[in-house]
């Protein structure tokens, strides 16, 4: 007996340590115990309104909950520069560990690629792309009461073309139309946002916009388009929106052979929509989780229903995809970016100030 018990006692112990071998550990999610009680900040490039605004903030919701660890989600407007302010603190000055995000502006890529803008020392090579939220082409619209309908009439007659500021998409669209497709534009500088410019244009101060994603009037203005308040002229981008397949698109306008270039650049310039990013620097297996979380977010039902209750189209590509697509930019042949950046600058008597009191 003293035998079999000891024989039954090892086989007990062996049995055991066979199954212990057998099934792996459980280890802890290194990505949720980092995020875990954690904040994200959102950095959102303009004040608050307008799409970056709107679509920064739906984000802000809904995302937390699909990232390992759910970590709290803040919004903070920072504007300036065009983008150009939040885009140096997320390279530059926010920590590098996934806990701060943002929607870049869309001109930077061309902005970088061209060497336009001093100010722009981030380097958009090194951002970890998460998604670009909506592909959405950049529309040139006017007013419904302007005397300018279509592309050819802004050949004929001075066009009042609201503007931020020097370097900004708003200036350098209007500034490409006129340098190689003939327009007139005249673009009044001055206003501090596209918001600014949407009231100069309800109040009749300029006649039109130079650019704006049509999801962002969606977005935003969602009655403008179907009303026929605002009367879009041209669209810049790769295809037609399949809303306004009467619209033309920048690809298929006629020019010069050696001109051509410079309309494919900026229609992959315009197909960069609402890039979201992560800072530099930061793990790989974070920024998987935070793509993975992304499109987890946008197939949610509860997020998919407030997207549509606010006029928020979701059109993603990938981060893979969208960060290919900004190395192009940045990529470009010499000779073709440097005879898009001449074609970018307004030529002197092209700008005017806007007035003080509405700014």
Known sequence: MPGHATRLVCATVAAGTAASAGSAPVMADPVAEFYQGKQIRIVVRTTAGGDYDQYSRLIGRFMGRF???NPNIIVVNMPG??????????????????????IVSQGLPLDQALGISKQLTANLRTFNWIANVVFSNQLLVVWHTSQTRTLADAKKRDT???????????????????NVLGTRFKMVTGYVSGQAIDLAMERGEVEGRGTNPYSGYMASKPTWIPEKKIIPIMQAGTVKEPALPDTPLIVEQKVAPDQQPLLQMMASASSVGRPFATTPGVPSERVAALRAAFFKMIGDPEFKAAAVKE?????PTTGDQLGTLIAGILDAPQDVRNRMKTALQPKADDTAKAPAATK
Not at 166 to 171: E, I, R
């Open 67 to 69: 990232i390992p660890g």
């Open 81 to 102: 520069g065009g983008g150009i302010i939040a885009a140096n603190y997320m390279a530059q000055v926010a920590p590098r560990d996934g806990t701060v995000l943002g």
């Open 160 to 178: 009042l073309i609201g503007t931020t500021g020097a370097g900004s998409a708003s200036v350098q669209y209007p500034a490409f139309y006129n």
């Open 311 to 315: 006029h928020m189209e979701i059109r």
